[in-house]
């Protein structure tokens, strides 16, 4: 069984955001294609791969996209990033500091714990 050096994965029910906005260029379908369309025409198939996914809980950062196992977690990305995302993060390694969701505002990790764990609990008089 193979093993994949970067999984993408793009999700296919955000909005675009006002913190993030690209509505011109948000179009999951468009940009998964893009992404593989790169992918194929570099001869990459067998080392990286995108998907579609559903709701990655990072519904605020407009379109999403996370890629691992690096865990590089994009927002607000637009149809004309895929060749970028592909050439500066998937083969040269490089972060695009510009589409990058930081740490402190993904939900997920110890955020996303916190938030269950402040949701989980009863109030007076339950
Ligand atoms: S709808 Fe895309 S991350 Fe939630």
Known sequence: MSKFTH??????????????PKADSHDPGKLRAALKKE???????????ANDSGCLDQ?????VVVI????????????EDAERIIHE?????????????PDELLRCGKAAK???STAAEPTQGD
């Open 59 to 63: 519904c605020d950062d407009g379109q």
């Open 39 to 49: 992918i194929k025409r570099l001869g990459i198939k067998a080392d990286v791969r």
């Open 7 to 20: 999984h993408i994965f793009v999700c296919g029910k955000c909005k675009p955001s006002k913190r993030r």
């Open 68 to 79: 691992y196992p690096q865990a590089i977690w994009y927002g607000g990305v637009g149809v």
């Open 89 to 101: 993060t998937i083969l040269a390694g490089n972060i695009l500091e510009d589409l990058r969701i």
């Open 114 to 116: 916190k938030d269950k």
